[in-house]
């Protein structure tokens, strides 16, 4: 089955760190491009990160110089490493699937989401 | 960055009735839009994308049309099921992605 499980969200501080994952199964992730998207409580949907098959990343103003996207190839999991954490950021953040591995698709494959609070 | 606006926000109907969302890019996005659907405390689900091509396993009541700037997605026959909160997206000129806001429909 084709899925995607994230996890490591919390409650962290402002100011803190936190490191979500996004396991893979039944396709490979260094093969898709893969995004982020985040939506705050009672809000609409963000797009916040992406990266490229070929290793190319790129992010949304609002979190550049603080997320960093990334993926362990042999693990088929992708990361989002979040620094600098502000209120703000406080959203249930998803990762999503480009439904044609040359990217320029829509998102067919989105996990459950996993919830980050920044909160003192 | 591309803007896409939404209409309306919100809407109550009936099941049965025919719903029509309206999708607007700030610029032509030819038809790389899709639809998805979200409901309380899930993840977005794909209903449409390249504006009218319907995703494997969603009811054939969903449709999609449009190109260019404008766009509709249209529910010929709601049902208890579809009740929940609707979210366009262009993949047309990214990054970044950009979503509607939304159109949540509820039970009239």
């Known amino acids: 089955e084709v899925q995607l499980v994230e996890s490591g969200g919390g409650l962290v501080q402002p100011g803190g760190s936190l490191r979500l994952s996004c396991a893979a199964s039944g396709f490979t992730v260094s093969s898709n491009y893969m995004s982020w998207v985040r939506q705050a409580p009672g809000k609409g949907l963000e797009w916040v990160s992406v990266i490229y098959s070929g290793g190319s990343t790129y992010y949304a103003d609002s979190v550049k110089g603080r997320f960093t996207i990334s993926r362990d190839n042999s693990k088929n999991t992708l990361y989002l490493q979040m620094n600098s954490l502000r209120a703000e950021d406080t959203a249930v953040y998803y990762c999503?699937?480009?439904?044609?591995?040359?990217?320029?698709?829509?998102?067919?494959?989105w996990g459950q989401g996993t919830m980050v609070t920044v909160s003192s | 960055a591309i803007r896409i606006t939404q209409s309306p926000s919100s809407l109550s109907a009936s099941t049965g009735d025919r719903v029509t969302i309206t999708c607007r890019a700030s610029?032509?996005?030819?038809?790389?839009l899709a639809w998805y659907q979200q409901k309380p405390g899930k993840a977005p689900k794909l209903l449409i994308y390249a504006a009218s091509t319907l995703q494997s396993g969603v009811p054939s009541r969903f449709s999609g049309s449009g190109s260019g700037t404008d766009f509709t997605l249209t529910i010929s026959c709601l049902q208890s099921e579809d009740f929940a909160t609707y979210y366009c997206?262009?993949?047309?000129?990214?990054?970044?992605?950009?979503f509607g806001p939304g159109t949540k429909v509820d039970i009239k």
């Open positions: 997206q262009q993949y047309y000129s990214y990054p970044p992605f950009t």
């Open positions: 999503a699937r480009d439904m044609d591995s040359s990217g320029f698709d829509a998102f067919d494959i």
């Open positions: 610029q032509g996005i030819s038809s790389y």
